[in-house]
């Protein structure tokens, strides 16, 4: 088994090779086809998350999270071996799954509820806590975790469905329901996707295929290129955050590509300081922003029009085990168009962190196995 792991932060991750792990009792071994690479192994790798009082999350410093580490929670491939015990769940070898990465503690309220993703052990999960998928072969402890891909579906889409893919659905289905109460009370709606990398061209197929068709989406970023993208993906128009303009400027900007002087939702994958207090300022009354990103930072929000105006501010973490199948049959049935994919080798994984770092990056970086 071929394997690239985090031993030490900023530090190229170190390829060996180990044995081919048996499946556990109720669990499954899965043969890699792709893994996804994601912002959050950038974030592993560089060992901090800026939290914006002033203070920094050191993933080292979580009890049950150490270096070496195997990233990767984006995996794709087939049963390459079945445990003992796994009766009612009707794997067999040689089936196309790709991982719900979200598995946490796998025993408290949270879990057996299906709210891993808010489990008080939740970086307990695949490529975190457990060795993910950075390597050619994945243990899953619990079979249910490994979701039947359809033929339909290409691995190298299967692989984004489980973070960049069920973090947007999970965002675009919090927002829907204030979105379809404008549609109901005004006729029409108006929404504003931030960053227009992978995680913004997910969410602009969502957004697309589950929203009213009467929603307006907007697309904002800081490069003509990756907008260019997204206009070509169906974007109903989109906003370049050019730099030397004011943030007064840069807002009504923003606002004048919405409706009525703004967004009834916001959808922020990008979440600074800069571009949370910014968009904020761009919701009207009665509007919702979502926040996805993990860039880091705190953002300053006027208390009494929160209150007066009824505006709604949200975190959005991943995504439930439900929230996945739902998406493979979106996927499947709707045919979406992922965003451009960066195919990589194994031992190219640090390059590809680098151009993460770097936000050269033009849509999603994969890992493709032999």
Known sequence: ??????????????????????????????????????????????????????????????????FPVTPGHEIAGTIYSI??????????????????????????????????????????????????????????????????????????????????????????????????????FEGKA??????????????????????????KIVIADLSDEKLAVARERGCDDTVVWKKGMTEEDIIELTKSKGRDGGFDAIMDYVNTSVTSTRVFKCLRPNGMLAMVGLFGGCGQYSLPSMVLWSNQVTGVFVGKLHHLQELIELVATQKLIPPPLNYFKLDQVTDALMMLKKGTMRGRGIIKFD
């Open 1 to 66: 088994m071929k394997r690239a792991q985090i031993t030490k932060a900023y530090e190229p991750l170190d390829l060996n090779e180990t044995k081919i792990p048996e499946a556990p009792a109720g669990g499954v071994v899965i043969k890699t086809t792709y893994s996804g690479i994601c912002h959050s192994d950038l974030h592993q790798w560089e060992d901090e998350v800026s939290m914006g009082d002033g203070s920094v999350f050191k993933f080292t410093e979580v009890e049950y999270y150490k």
């Open 190 to 215: 108006s929404v504003l996707i931030v960053g227009a990398g992978g995680l913004g061209l997910w969410s602009l197929q969502i957004a697309k295929a589950v929203l009213p068709k009467e929603t």
């Open 83 to 184: 445990g003992s015990n796994n009766a009612g769940m009707n794997h067999k070898i040689g089936d196309r799954v790709v991982v719900y990465s979200w598995a946490a503690c796998g025993h408290c309220k949270y879990c057996d509820e299906d709210w891993s993703n808010m489990c008080p052990e939740r970086l307990r999960c695949y490529g975190f806590g457990i060795p993910g998928g950075y390597a050619n072969f994945v243990v899953v402890p619990e079979a249910k975790h490994a979701l039947k891909l359809p033929d339909s579906i290409p691995f190298e889409v299967g692989c984004m469905l489980p973070c960049s893919g069920i973090t947007t659905y999970n965002a675009v289905t919090t927002i829907k329901p204030v979105v379809e109460r404008f549609v109901k």
